[in-house]
């Protein structure tokens, strides 16, 4: 779990190298970014673990809810606190 939150911290930085400026407009849709979005992912990578498992692919860790949300929780936070 700590690897995807480094992780996760990782690609937020290289993203802001990338897009310096936020992505919405200041207030409540930053903070609501900053709280949907990771649940949003963390339930995609829930969707994508079924599918493979479906297909019968191995499932990897990041195919659980709680390492996609840690991933893009990490994302989100290194963006809401360092995006000009």
């Known amino acids: 779990m700590a690897g995807y939150l480094l992780l996760g911290a990782g690609v937020g930085a290289l993203s802001l190298w990338l897009l310096p400026q936020h992505l919405t407009r200041d207030g409540w ?25 479906r297909r019968g692919d191995p499932v990897l860790r990041i195919d659980r809810f709680a390492c996609g949300y840690l991933f893009a929780l990490a994302v989100a936070v290194v ?4 995006a000009a």
Not at 79 to 82: A, E, G, S
């Open 79 to 82: 963006r809401y606190n360092f």
């Open 29 to 53: 849709p930053r903070l609501l970014n900053l709280v949907v979005t990771p649940v949003l992912a963390g339930l995609a990578m829930t969707l994508i673990g079924h599918w493979r498992a």
